[in-house]
T-cell receptor
Framework: AQTVTQSQPEMSVQEAETVTLSCTYDTSESDYYLFWYKQPPSRQMILVIRQEAYKQQNATENRFSVNFQKAAKSFSLKISDSQLGDAAMYFCAYRATLYGGATNKLIFGTGTLLAVQP | SAVISQKPSRDICQRGTSLTIQCQVDSQVTMMFWYRQQPGQSLTLIATANQGSEATYESGFVIDKFPISRPNLTFSTLTVSNMSPEDSSIYLC??????????FGPGTRLTVT
């Protein structure tokens, strides 16, 4: 069964600094997607970034980028120039594609609570 | 992307009663998902709702406790039946996009007294 592990329950970063959130996953599938979601306090869950497993190039969205290491099954999120609005719970998630009868479920990690210090 | 709304946004209910949560999407989607989330914790999938078929429930969740309706491609409801304080949680619906990403509603915060 697929699993997603986030080993950092909490992280803290100074405003304008860079922080990296870790995520590892376990799967026997070769084709899948990985996601980072952000959930600010008492606010809606939003998609931060998406990575397709068959693409070697790391995804980037403005200040957010990932380090995708497929062989190591690692998918970390780097936030550059951290802002106060980045403070949130961050969830790493995995989704196999539908080929081969894979489940349609999004598998979430336990989350990392990021605090941004002014 | 998809815009999702949920009603109610929050409610306080007495034990033994039922609450129906509505989820409305601004576009037609095949699959809708219902999750439960304790504050500060990860999401637990309750069930997947496809239009025109019975919902598929995850282990630990049963239809009698969490009946789901999916009358069309833009709407779904989740009912929390015969509530107990253990049902106090945030309930979220979501839909899946073209590249397997999910878009989430704002959630319904339920407190059972």
């Amino acid at each position: 069964a697929q699993t997603v592990t986030q080993s950092q329950p909490e992280m803290s970063v100074q405003e304008a600094e860079t922080v990296t959130l870790s995520c590892t996953y376990d799967t026997s599938e070769s084709d899948y997607y990985l996601f980072w979601y952000k959930q600010p306090p008492s606010r809606q869950m939003i998609l931060v970034i998406r990575q397709e497993a068959y693409k070697q190039q790391n995804a980037t969205e403005n200040r957010f980028s990932v380090n995708f290491q497929k062989a190591a099954k690692s998918f970390s999120l780097k936030i550059s120039d951290s802002q106060l609005g980045d403070a949130a719970m961050y969830f790493c998630a995995y989704r196999a594609t539908l080929y081969g009868g894979a489940t349609n479920k999004l598998i979430f990690g336990t989350g990392t609570l990021l605090a941004v210090q002014p | 992307s998809a815009v999702i709304s949920q009603k109610p946004s929050r409610d306080i209910c007495q034990r033994g009663t039922s609450l129906t949560i509505q989820c409305q999407v601004d576009s037609q989607v095949t699959m809708m998902f219902w999750y439960r989330q304790q504050p500060g914790q990860s999401l637990t999938l309750i069930a997947t709702a496809n239009q025109g078929s019975e919902a598929t429930y995850e282990s630990g969740f049963v239809i009698d406790k969490f009946p789901i309706s999916r009358p069309n491609l833009t709407f779904s409801t989740l009912t929390v039946s015969n509530m107990s304080p253990e049902d106090s949680s945030i309930y979220l619906c979501s839909v899946e996009g073209r590249l397997y990403e999910q878009y989430f509603g704002p959630g319904t915060r339920l407190t059972v007294t």
